[in-house]
């Protein structure tokens, strides 16, 4: 009894101190396989609501992100189509100014062959899809906008007025939220006005090949139409752009986002290693102190 007396306090005081110096070195062992601060957030629970913050603002934004691409993709591919409308346009007002200026009716067969074989491209690139979904038929997006067999859309006549009766989609224009502080509406559908001037003015040519204020009349609508399919393309680009320069932004935001949040819940590797080390030699030393301790007694002092 004499002996436990003598010695209970200090015991009693290493081996709370040995059981802390076991706990700060298994946790920070846990630290440095996991690469954490800690395996859930009562670890860290100072930070807890500012981590919670930081990581929801990442995940908006990476959202955001992920749709704002989507958009460039789509914006991409109707800038193409456009460009390609533009191709068409531009090669057919050649041969129909051609045409016009050519007497004799003798080619008029193979300007309408040639007129609805352009209808049926310019038709097909309206019809455009993306990821399997169609681009040009506004918020329809499941269904090729442009029917030219619709029963409405019939062939027009000389003066031609507009009919958009091939249109299946609606009105709806799209858009994306690239960032909190940044919507682009980037949507074109298939009735627009320079669409419409186009697909028209090739009807009038397949349909009334030998008429001359037919051939005139489309001469003009495509030439109208060229105007706006230049703007619609610039437009495009334009939205192409701001999409992709926000995206690039959202980039640098996501990775100083990334680095806050790291820097709450990951560890410092070295500055751990140092420490465990530390740990390690003050574990062995109360390891030595605690055997010496228990070795004594009352007794070798009297």
Same mark, same amino acid.
């Given at each position: 009894?004499?002996?436990?007396?003598?010695?209970?306090?200090?015991?009693?005081?290493?081996?709370?101190?040995?059981?802390?110096?076991?706990?700060?070195?298994?946790?920070?062992?846990?630290?440095?396989?996991?690469?954490?601060?800690?395996?859930?957030?009562?670890?860290?629970?100072? *930070?807890? @609501?500012?981590?919670? #913050? /930081?990581?929801?603002? !990442?995940?908006?934004? =990476?959202?955001? +992100?992920?749709?704002?691409?989507?958009?460039?993709?789509?914006?991409?591919?109707?800038?193409?189509?456009?460009?390609?409308?533009?191709?068409?346009?531009?090669?057919?007002?050649?041969?129909?100014?051609?045409?016009?200026?050519?007497?004799?009716?003798?080619?008029?067969?193979?300007?309408?062959?040639?007129?609805?074989?352009?209808?049926?491209?310019?038709?097909?690139?309206?019809?455009?899809?993306?990821?399997?979904?169609?681009?040009?038929?506004?918020?329809?997006?499941?269904?090729?906008?442009?029917?030219?067999?619709?029963?409405?859309?019939?062939?027009?006549?000389?003066?031609?007025?507009?009919?958009?009766?091939?249109?299946?989609?609606?009105?709806?224009?799209? *858009?994306? @939220?690239?960032?909190? #502080? /940044?919507?682009?509406? !980037?949507?074109?559908? =298939?009735?627009? +006005?320079?669409?419409?001037?186009?697909?028209?003015?090739?009807?009038?040519?397949?349909?009334?090949?030998?008429?001359?204020?037919?051939?005139?009349?489309?001469?003009?609508?495509?030439?109208?139409?060229?105007?706006?399919?230049?703007?619609?393309?610039?437009?495009?680009?334009?939205?192409?752009?701001?999409?992709?320069?926000?995206?690039?932004?959202?980039?640098?935001?996501?990775?100083?986002?990334?680095?806050?949040?790291?820097?709450?819940?990951?560890?410092?590797?070295?500055?751990?290693?140092?420490?465990?080390?530390?740990?390690?030699?003050?574990?062995?030393?109360?390891?030595?102190?605690?055997?010496?301790?228990?070795?004594?007694?009352?007794?070798?002092?009297?």
């Amino acid at each position: 009894m004499v002996d436990r007396i003598a010695t209970f306090l200090q015991s009693t005081s290493l081996a709370q101190d040995l059981t802390r110096l076991q706990t700060q070195y298994a946790k920070g062992e846990e630290q440095e396989s996991s690469g954490l601060v800690s395996q859930n957030y009562q670890g860290i629970a100072t *930070s807890t @609501q500012r981590l919670l #913050n /930081l990581e929801s603002q !990442y995940s908006t934004l =990476a959202n955001q +992100s992920e749709n704002a691409q989507t958009a460039l993709d789509r914006v991409n591919s109707m800038t193409n189509a456009v460009q390609s409308m533009e191709d068409l346009v531009t090669s057919f007002t050649s041969t129909l100014s051609a045409a016009i200026s050519t007497t004799g009716n003798s080619s008029s067969s193979d300007l309408s062959s040639s007129a609805s074989q352009v209808l049926q491209q310019f038709a097909s690139l309206l019809n455009t899809e993306q990821a399997g979904r169609y681009l040009f038929g506004g918020g329809v997006t499941d269904k090729a906008p442009v029917d030219l067999s619709d029963p409405n859309y019939t062939a027009p006549t000389v003066p031609s007025s507009s009919n958009t009766a091939y249109y299946q989609g609606d009105s709806r224009i799209a *858009s994306v @939220q690239a960032s909190d #502080n /940044l919507t682009v509406s !980037y949507g074109v559908t =298939a009735d627009d +006005s320079s669409f419409e001037k186009a697909l028209r003015a090739l009807n009038l040519v397949a349909n009334n090949p030998s008429d001359q204020s037919a051939l005139t009349e489309a001469y003009n609508l495509l030439s109208n139409a060229n105007d706006g399919l230049a703007a619609m393309h610039s437009s495009l680009a334009t939205k192409a752009s701001t999409l992709d320069t926000q995206i690039n932004d959202n980039a640098d935001d996501l990775n100083l986002l990334d680095n806050m949040i790291g820097d709450i819940k990951n560890v410092d590797i070295s500055s751990l290693s140092v420490k465990l080390s530390q740990l390690e030699t003050q574990l062995e030393a109360s390891y030595s102190l605690t055997s010496s301790i228990l070795k004594l007694n009352l007794a070798n002092y009297l």
